[in-house]
């Protein structure tokens, strides 16, 4: 059953500690993509990886730190320096190049810090 | 990227199809057209995407306008489960990122 897996589907956390989120694929594709979806909001990009252990920065990626050790894993490790944490995160994968390659998503985590 | 505009909400009866429109005036040559679909506390879905031919596939058809300005996704014949928020993107050949706006709530009434 190929597709993108995501763990957990909901995680709690206080204040000020470290949590980390799993994103697995088994579609073969080089490109991973972290994003964060707020209440009634679009997805805003986090990090990406276009190949394994490389990655670059989205448009929010402070306060977030991720790893790309092996082609078919990329967690995302929100850190005690992001102010607003509690959201939606999405993880999506796809093929890589100059292709129009089409992203691919998990079911998402939904994260709450207190 | 271009811009999209897209109406905040669309009605559709059960059945018929669904047009949902999208505006993207401010388009280049080299920018393709995507829809994604979100069901609430999901992830989003890829439905389909275009450069400038009409394109169909096994859940929806995607018309693009001559000028490349706008276009209209076309589901055939809703059901219950269509109900989403539908989001039309434009993207550049080899981007990395997809820009999500507000997209459009579909609500099929039975």
């Known amino acids: 059953d190929g597709g993108i897996t995501q763990s957990p589907k909901y995680l709690f956390r206080k204040e000020g500690q470290n949590v980390t989120l799993s994103c697995e694929q088994n579609?073969?594709?080089?490109?991973m993509y972290w994003y964060r979806q707020d209440p009634g909001q679009g997805l805003r990009l986090i990090y990406y990886?276009?190949?394994?252990?490389?990655?670059q920065k989205g448009d929010i990626a402070e306060g977030y730190s991720v790893s790309r050790e092996k082609k078919e894993s990329f967690p995302l490790t929100v850190t005690s320096a992001q102010k607003n944490p509690t959201a939606f995160y999405l993880c999506?994968?796809?093929?890589?190049?100059?292709?129009?390659?089409?992203?691919?998503f998990g079911p998402g985590t939904r994260l709450t810090v207190t | 990227d271009a811009k999209t505009t897209q109406p905040p909400s669309m009605d559709c009866a059960e059945g018929r199809a669904a047009n949902l429109p999208c505006n993207h005036s401010?388009?280049?040559?080299?920018?393709?057209v995507y829809w994604y679909r979100q069901i609430h506390s999901q992830g989003p879905q890829y439905i389909i995407h275009?450069?400038?031919n009409n394109e169909t596939n096994e859940m929806a058809s995607l018309i693009i306008t001559e000028d490349r300005k706008s276009s209209t996704l076309i589901l055939p014949h809703a059901t219950l489960r269509d109900t989403a928020v539908y989001y039309c993107i434009v993207r550049h050949q080899g981007a990395q990122k997809l820009v999500f706006g507000q997209g459009t709530r579909l609500t099929i009434n039975p």
């Open positions: 999506a994968s796809s093929f890589s190049g100059t292709g129009p390659y089409e992203q691919y």
């Open positions: 990886s276009q190949i394994v252990n490389d990655f």
């Open positions: 401010t388009i280049s040559g080299n920018e393709y």
């Open positions: 275009g450069l400038k």
């Open positions: 579609l073969n594709h080089d490109a």
